[in-house]
């Protein structure tokens, strides 16, 4: 079975704070991505990287950075955290040929107060 | 740039009768359309796809869904509804070139009466 770990299930940070969200998948897909979870707004793309240490900015990249420095691994970056970014962060990751599905993690329910 | 609406936040529907949830596509060349399906507090899981060829595509837990191009509509079906498929459903279109990006609909909440 395909898995994708998110390395925590609930987080609450401090207003300011830098805060690492770190997802890790076993497929070898060369895909990765993170989506931000809003309810009535869906699913929105904040980064998504091809290959590694290569990334691409989604529909909603202000406040974030990502990085991938090994194929399995992909993690996202709030640089100084606001409460507007409370949300669930929800991790993916597929094969580069369009016509796969992603696979996703458990999602990070992250807080900051 | 491609796009995907589901017309409607929520769908109710009474336990075994027939389900539909419905979602309509914009995408330039040819679609690679998906659902998925989420539970309380869990990421996604994947429910079925539709590449190419029969317009009717099976997937998990009887679910299937319905391509029909002249009206853009890959709409999620199931003959018995269950009071367990209650959750929340997506439709995602993949583009086929570039980087490939997915773009999801807002989300259906399937909410099955007993």
């Known amino acids: 079975d395909v898995k994708v770990t998110q390395s925590s299930r609930y987080l609450v940070k401090r207003t300011g704070e830098k805060v690492f969200l770190e997802c890790v998948q076993d497929m070898d897909h060369e895909n990765m991505f993170w989506y931000r979870q809003d309810p009535g707004l869906g699913l929105r793309l904040i980064y998504f990287?091809?290959?590694?240490?290569?990334?691409e900015k989604g529909d909603i990249p202000e406040g974030y950075s990502v990085s991938r420095e090994k194929k399995e691994r992909f993690s996202l970056i709030l640089e100084s955290a606001s409460t507007n970014q409370t949300s669930m962060y929800l991790c993916?990751?597929?094969?580069?040929?369009?016509?796969?599905?992603?696979?996703f993690g458990q999602g990070t329910r992250l807080t900051v107060v | 740039a491609q796009s995907v609406a589901q017309p409607e936040d929520q769908v109710n529907v009474a336990e075994g009768n027939p389900l539909t949830v419905k979602c309509t596509y914009s995408v330039s060349g040819n679609p690679y359309l998906f659902w998925y399906v989420q539970y309380p507090n869990r990421g996604l899981q994947f429910l079925l796809k539709y590449i190419t060829g029969d317009n009717l595509v099976k997937g998990s837990y009887g679910f299937e869904a319905e391509f029909n191009k002249s009206q853009t509509s890959f709409h999620l079906k199931k003959p018995s509804a269950l009071v367990s498929d209650s959750a929340l459903y997506f439709c995602a279109v993949r583009e086929s070139g570039g980087y490939q990006k997915v773009t999801f609909g807002t989300g259906t909440k399937l909410q099955v009466i007993p």
């Open positions: 990287s091809y290959d590694v240490k290569m990334k």
């Open positions: 993916a990751s597929s094969f580069r040929t369009p016509n796969t599905e992603a696979f």
